[in-house]
T-cell receptor, first 109, second 113 residues
Framework: GQNIDQPTEMTATEGAIVQINCTYQ??????LFWYQQHAGEAPTFLSYNVLDGLEEKGRFSSFLSRSKGYSYLLLKELQMKDSASYLCAAYDSNYQLIWGAGTKLIIKP | IAGITQAPTSQILAAGRRMTLRCTQD?????MYWYRQDLGLGLRLIHYSNTAGTTGKGEVPDGYSVSRANTDDFPLTLASAVPSQTSVYFCASRGTAHTDTQYFGPGTRLTVL
């Protein structure tokens, strides 16, 4: 079956760095997305990786290893507004997005 | 209109009633999707449409139907609502390329009593 695994919840301190991991098993692979979702709101796009390596966008970076079925989202210089759920999703061979259950990130002052 | 709109924002519905959730996008995206999101389960695909005039079943299609008469609109209908359909429903659309980003509407919070 197809599956995306990510931790349910993580806690970090304002100003620190946090890494949210995601492992995936899909029938075929056509790229991996990270979305941010604040409580009561819609998911919003953060990053897309289809090739191995690190993609950096300001305070956020996303890494992909296709051979390991593994990705992580790295958030630097954490701010209170980064408190949200982070969703990992992978495109399978039919270009359907398979979603993880999300990681709730709690930022403490 | 900018992006994707959904209506209503929230609704409380008696079991057995029929309900249509509306979704409209103005980005001229071909592909559109309906997801439900339940605590601890993540987003689950209900139905999708790759282009106007075509629809397909997702992971959890039972009890739901969709239509795609034109590019902009993609309504989701619950023919006879049941309490297990209590959820937050998100409509999304995607650009031309298969790997384009999916953009989400603000969601409809539905409670079936």
């Amino acid at each position: 079956g197809q599956n995306i695994d990510q931790p349910t919840e993580m806690t970090a301190t304002e100003g620190a760095i946090v890494q949210i991991n995601c492992t995936y098993q899909t029938s075929g692979f056509n790229g991996l997305f990270w979305y941010q979702q604040h409580a009561g709101e819609a998911p919003t796009f953060l990053s897309y990786n289809v090739l191995d390596g690190l993609e950096e966008k300001g305070r956020f970076s996303s890494f992909l290893s296709r051979s390991k079925g593994y990705s992580y989202l790295l958030l630097k210089e954490l701010q209170m507004k980064d408190s949200a759920s982070y969703l990992c999703a992978a495109y399978d061979s039919n270009y359907q997005l398979i979603w993880g259950a999300g990681t709730k990130l709690i930022i403490k002052p | 209109i900018a992006g994707i709109t959904q209506a209503p924002t929230s609704q409380i519905l008696a079991a057995g009633r029929r309900m249509t959730l509306r979704c409209t996008q103005d980005m001229r995206h071909n592909a559109m999707y309906w997801y439900r999101q339940d605590l601890g389960l993540g987003l689950r695909l209900i139905h999708y449409s790759n282009t106007a005039g075509t629809t397909g079943k997702g992971e959890v299609p039972d009890g739901y139907s969709v239509s795609r008469a034109n590019t902009d609109d993609f309504p989701l209908t619950l023919a006879s609502a049941v309490p297990s359909q209590t959820s937050v429903y998100f409509c999304a659309s995607r650009g031309t390329a298969h790997t384009d980003t999916q953009y989400f509407g603000p969601g409809t919070r539905l409670t079936v009593l």
